[in-house]
């Protein structure tokens, strides 16, 4: 009995582990030219769920 409850604990434990994986896409951007000083802002979801796609953001202009 003990061994079956052990063996269900470390499948479950391995299952969580694996699905709860966090995915890194990492890739090289070409900085714009006319921006000094501006840095990459990655893709992120908003406040609503929509998505904003990366990109550069320059100090001193409007945001996007």
Do not use: I
């Not at 990492?26 to 908003?46: D, F, K, L, N, Y």
């Amino acid at each position: 009995m003990m061994k079956r409850l052990l063996l269900a604990v470390v499948v479950a434990f391995t299952a969580a582990l694996g699905v709860s994986g966090c995915v890194v896409r990492e890739r090289t951007v070409a900085h714009p030219g006319g921006c000094p000083g501006g840095h990459w802002v990655e893709g992120h979801r908003g406040y609503h769920g929509e998505w904003y796609g990366g990109n550069w953001r320059c100090p001193g202009r409007a945001w996007r």
